[in-house]
């Protein structure tokens, strides 16, 4: 159980200390997301390299969330985040998500 804040400097603090981690991590994502570019010639001829990033990003949404109950949908942001910062369709990338995750 997390101790209770009891002063707005204590507050101030701890989301100061979120934000920090938030950054950090989505600096992370960026990283990952630029490891394995997506050359939107033909989505299907990159599925490879789909399979690929999102095989090495699940693990990372897992080890961020401890995989606790929202490491799904958290998991499906970051894969539609990837392929979102890739120009797939967002339709497409749902499909691409679900097949990825959905199972």
Do not use: K
């Amino acid at each position: 159980m997390r101790d209770s804040i009891t002063t707005p400097q204590e507050t101030l603090a701890r989301v100061v200390t979120a934000l920090c981690e938030w950054h950090e991590w989505l600096e992370s994502l960026a990283g990952w997301f630029e490891a394995y570019p997506l050359g939107l010639v033909s989505v299907a001829d990159q599925r490879i390299l789909w399979e690929r990033a999102a095989r090495n990003l699940i693990p990372h949404v897992v080890d961020r969330t401890g995989c606790d109950s929202g490491w799904y949908g958290h998991c499906d942001q970051v894969l539609s985040w990837f392929l979102s910062r890739w120009g797939v369709v967002p339709d497409i990338a749902q499909e691409m998500v679900q097949h990825a995750i959905g199972g």
